[in-house]
């Protein structure tokens, strides 16, 4: 059974930076694409940031520059490195993996107090 398990999110102040984890287990194929997404309250869940095998990303407009995200040495493994959180990126993130279909994990909170 694949499993995505997502790590550190918390609580940060406005201006803060805070590193994501996310590694997947169950699985002996590689994702070709992995990404976060985030829901906020009373909103539908959206794309922050995606990278392929290759190394291409893509960003929401909205966190570009700001975020980074990197794919890890280990097999299915991703990052998200997140600087000068606001308020409005409060949400859960989301690991997704991209097989032949989608695999997300459970979420991790991420709280930015202003």
Known sequence: QVQLVESGGGLVQ???SLRLSCAASGTIFSFNTMGWYRQA???QRELVAVITSSGRTNYADSVKGRFTISRGNAKNTVYLQ???LKPEDT?????LGKGGVDYWGKGTLVTVSS
Not at 91 to 95: E, G, K, V
Request: net charge positive; proline share 7%.
């Open 14 to 16: 406005t201006g803060g």
């Open 41 to 43: 309250p009373g909103k």
């Open 82 to 84: 997140m600087n000068s």
């Open 91 to 95: 949400a859960i993130y989301y690991c």
